[in-house]
């Protein structure tokens, strides 16, 4: 009896440790860009997580993770860019879809600066763009004119 009130009293701790944690960092003032756009989703729920790996000229990963707010934050490694800017974007369907939407105004997705090695980054940032909710939806990275695609790839649960 006493191992179970041990075992109780210290998932009570972690959990209010995550909760607390989790509602802390959902504030607007961690340090982390807030893209302009989008609109808040109806519903926060728990935690989701999003992944994908994009494929094609350029390669990569995507983690969108939910906050309880319904919006996201971001983490993105990628390489074999061209030099210079590109964007990115989420996208109901899945890649190649000629009727896929933008789940946000183009504005919403910060422009992305690739280094001379062709990598860039997004490390773990707010943005202030609802998480996709349900249905297939995918990530594209883009040159800045939107004209050419370098990488897709279609979202699924991590």
Do not use: K, Y
Request: charged share 15%.
């Amino acid at each position: 009896m006493r191992m179970s009130r041990s075992l109780f009293a210290a998932a009570a701790a972690v959990l209010g440790t995550t909760v607390l944690g989790a509602c802390a960092s959902s504030g607007s003032t961690n340090g982390g860009d807030m893209a302009a756009g989008g609109a808040a989703s109806a519903e926060a729920g728990p935690q989701r997580t999003l992944v994908a790996n994009l494929r094609g000229r350029g390669n990569g990963d995507i983690t969108l993770v939910s906050t309880p707010d319904g919006r996201m934050r971001v983490t993105l490694e990628a390489s074999g860019l061209p030099r210079g800017s590109a964007r990115w974007r989420i996208r109901s369907g899945q890649c190649g879809d000629p009727a896929a939407l933008e789940i946000a105004s183009s504005a919403a997705f910060r422009q992305l600066q690739v280094g001379s090695d062709g990598r860039t980054s997004i490390r773990n940032q707010a943005f202030n763009i609802p998480f996709p909710g349900n249905g297939v939806h995918h990530v594209q990275l883009l040159d800045v004119s939107g004209g050419s695609q370098f990488a897709c790839g279609n979202l699924s649960p991590a």
